[in-house]
């Protein structure tokens, strides 16, 4: 089930994922260390759009710095990173709207669920996937910084030539 010819596509990112430049370099040879270690682009910063409303700007100030920083909000990514901020602002518009009003509704049925509920919950879904694809949501471990350290950081275990 799901292999070549049964018509379901692979999931985006799914799949082995190609060694970054530090992997790489750790498990090349000695000889390969010697080159220079990759270095990160420096984090480009921008203001955020004109013409946003006080709570996206708000939400814009609060997450952007955070996604400056992890290098995936650039002009190419701004876009998106505008609809997860839309999105923001529409789950804590209608989760006021449940606060306000209560979880549930009398009727002439009885006793019913908020008609928002169902809304609010596929917003949260989008925003949590919002986040992930920003690195703005815990990942269960930590995003070390990259940091420049020396040419060959193994070079005191090796033997001489």
């Known amino acids: 089930m799901g292999g070549p010819g049964s018509g379901k596509l692979a999931k985006p990112g799914s799949g082995e994922k190609a060694a970054d430049g530090t992997v790489a370099w750790l498990a090349g040879t000695a000889a390969r260390r010697t080159k220079a270690r990759p270095t990160l682009p420096p984090i480009q910063t921008f203001d955020a759009p ?3 409303l006080a709570p996206q700007r708000a939400i814009w100030d609060r997450l ?35 606060d306000h009003d209560g ?17 609010y919950r596929g917003l949260y879904q989008r925003v949590e996937a919002g986040l992930v694809r920003f690195s703005l949501s815990p990942l269960a471990k930590p995003i070390l910084p990259f ?15």
């Open 50 to 52: 004109a013409g946003l």
């Open 64 to 98: 952007a710095p955070h996604a400056f920083a992890a290098r995936t909000l650039t002009r190419a990514t701004e876009a998106s990173f505008l609809d997860v901020i839309d999105c923001i602002v529409m789950r804590d518009e209608v989760k006021a709207a449940i």
């Open 103 to 119: 979880l549930t509704r009398e009727d002439e049925k009885g006793i019913r669920k908020h008609p928002l509920l169902t809304d």
């Open 147 to 161: 940091e420049e350290g020396p040419a060959d950081p193994f070079a005191g275990f090796e033997e001489p030539t």
